[in-house]
């Protein structure tokens, strides 16, 4: 058995910038029925505040997260409930993981001086 990981490269004017519904499916691959369920399961986020999904607008880390979504579903069948659960431990490990990071360097510089 043999699995192949695929890099996407995104080019970005403006990194700051947002993304319609359109662009996030254009990018993402996928269908607004998909990124409108992942939005009302929690999944990501519009970086706007508005009930109209033709003026949603998302930023790159919702498209990050999209992606992350979307090899969960596929590598490992999660259902949306549990990919919104399984990114938000993700996130939180890596949160840890800088905490960690950054004790450690501390603790280094004290040890040092």
């Known amino acids: ?13 403006d990194p700051a910038g947002t993304f319609t519904l359109r ?7 996928c269908h607004a029925e998909f990124v409108i369920k992942l ?3 929690g999944v990501i986020s519009p970086v706007n505040d508005t009930a109209e999904v033709h ?7 919702a ?3 999209l992606r992350k979504a979307q090899r969960l579903q596929r590598d490992l069948k999660i259902n949306l409930p ?3 659960m399984s990114l938000d431990l993700l996130d ?7 905490e960690v990071d950054r004790l450690n360097r501390l603790l280094a ?3 040092t001086d």
Do not use: K, N, P, Y
């Open 1 to 13: 058995m043999t699995t192949t990981d695929t890099t996407i490269t995104i080019e970005l004017d």
């Open 23 to 29: 662009e996030v499916c254009e990018r993402g691959e």
């Open 39 to 41: 939005v009302s399961h």
């Open 55 to 61: 003026e949603w607008a998302f930023d790159l880390q």
């Open 63 to 65: 498209l990050a997260r």
């Open 82 to 84: 549990g990919l919104a």
């Open 92 to 98: 939180e490990v890596r949160e840890m993981r800088r």
């Open 109 to 111: 510089q004290f040890i």
